[in-house]
């Protein structure tokens, strides 16, 4: 099995949900962040839910998005996970196969996979409540880490800092990255993660990556910084290249070399935020894998992110995927 891009991250099931701000404050739920919650817990938020309208249910989870966005637009991609041997598990993996993202046989055990209750406000923002099922015990011995060998990156989910076993697991892929020159990608996922799994986050950067991904919100609040200059100037100590996401404001892309890049935002009529900084990173990781300049990786990312905020979930077709990325192919 060969593949470009070797992806690691939390398998979930997303349930997608329409709710107003009130619903948020009656279930003291905080705006915009993922929290994380225990079966029974999720259950009572569920049975809440049951005179809303279900608007999606899909193989979620952050990096996963991340892959299918890059599989779409015709790169090679695997997906390593965990998922129970139930119902959502079946669900989850046919979603990532259908998607063109392989995965291993060895990602299904016992257990429950894990679910994400995302409840989507009338201005667009997201927010999450997750059980994470057996993909918290994501370890080792479920991954393969056979195709990473000769891919071209190695992308981490910052999702990942709450899982011992999962850190674990992310120190022998990247072990196994830096012996084979591949380079190194991580996305800090979520305020939430920035300021409760803080120590989770600096383990999986460890000595260092080659690029990372965050938004505005998480840079500020991972680097203790307020002007954008001194938070690029931080994260640049801990990557090569740092990819910050400003919503309308578009992009900043700043690498080592002091070059930095101003991405204009697409304009659009933004109704679900869910996944648009996860395809942002599998748009911009193509346009890299295709040797694309880091402008051109920007307006891709930009572009392809525009577009899912314009629709409920957090993917779009194969079709949509490849019709932002012929818009977006830089003159020869």
């Known amino acids: 099995m060969s593949v470009d891009l070797y992806v690691i991250g939390n398998a979930l099931v997303d349930l997608e949900y329409s709710v107003d701000d009130q619903f948020l404050q009656q279930h003291q739920l905080q705006k915009g962040t993922m929290q994380l919650a225990e079966q029974a817990t999720q259950q009572q ?6 005179q809303h309208h279900a608007q999606e249910k899909a193989s979620g989870g952050s990096a996963a998005n991340s892959a299918v966005a890059y599989a779409a637009m015709g790169g090679s991609t695997f997906y390593a996970c965990r998922v129970g041997n139930d119902d959502f598990g079946q669900f989850y993996l046919q979603g990532l196969s259908s998607a063109q993202v392989q995965t291993s046989p060895i990602s299904s055990s016992t257990g429950e996979t894990g679910t994400c209750v995302v409840l989507v406000t009338p201005d667009g923002e997201r927010t999450m409540q997750t059980y994470l099922g057996i993909t918290a015990e994501l370890s080792e011995q479920q991954i393969d880490f056979e195709p990473l060998n000769s ?10 800092a709450t899982s011992p076993s999962a850190r674990q697991a992310v120190k022998q892929a990247r072990k196994i ?16 993660m920035v300021q409760y799994a803080r120590d989770g986050l600096d383990d999986l950067i460890d ?5 990372l991904f965050c938004n505005e919100h998480e840079a500020r609040m991972y680097t203790n910084t307020e002007q954008m200059e001194d938070t690029i100037a931080a994260l640049l100590k801990l990557s090569k290249t740092v990819v910050v996401t400003r919503s309308a404001d578009g992009a900043v892309i700043a690498t080592q070399d002091a070059e930095q890049i101003h991405i204009a935002a697409v304009p659009c009529n933004a109704i ?12 911009y990781l193509y346009g890299m894998s295709q040797g694309f300049s880091l402008q051109a990786c920007g307006d891709l990312a930009a572009a392809t992110a525009s577009k899912v905020v314009s629709q409920y979930g957090p993917r779009l077709t194969v079709a949509q995927y490849q019709s932002v990325l012929q818009q977006c192919l830089p003159a020869d």
């Open 45 to 50: 938020l569920l049975n809440h839910l049951s």
């Open 151 to 160: 891919a071209k990156y190695l992308y981490i989910e910052g999702y990942l």
């Open 177 to 192: 990255a830096r012996t084979n020159t591949i380079q190194i990608a991580i996305t800090l996922s979520d305020p939430a």
């Open 207 to 211: 000595d260092g990556v080659d690029i």
């Open 272 to 283: 679900d935020t869910l996944g648009a900084g996860d395809s942002f990173a599998g748009a």
